[in-house]
């Protein structure tokens, strides 16, 4: 997983295998066999995560601490997304 997103970091790369084992275990498979990530691919994982941060919220719609560190992963993923899938 870490090759494919080298721009995370490992804390980011481990919480984003983590919640795609959880969330979409195919997927994580199909990322894991593949030689690279397709741009489906990456819009779903994008998907996977937006689900898991809005699920972190509180009853004020603010993230919790958790949710926080996911935003963080959301927010790398989604520019190198921008970037490596234009």
């Known amino acids: 997983m870490d090759s494919h997103f080298s721009f ?3 804390v980011h790369a ?5 919640i795609l084992a959880r969330r ?3 997927l994580l498979e ?3 066999q593949a ?9 779903e994982i994008m998907s996977v995560i937006g689900d898991e941060f809005t699920k972190n919220l509180d009853d004020d719609w603010e993230p ?3 949710g926080q560190a ?8 989604n520019a190198a997304l921008l970037d490596e899938w234009p």
């Open 8 to 10: 995370l970091s490992t």
């Open 14 to 18: 481990n919480l984003l295998n983590e």
């Open 24 to 26: 979409n275990s195919a």
């Open 30 to 32: 199909r990322i894991r």
């Open 35 to 43: 030689s690279s990530v397709s741009r489906s691919d990456a819009e």
């Open 64 to 66: 919790t601490d958790y």
């Open 70 to 77: 996911i935003g963080a992963v959301l927010a790398q993923f």
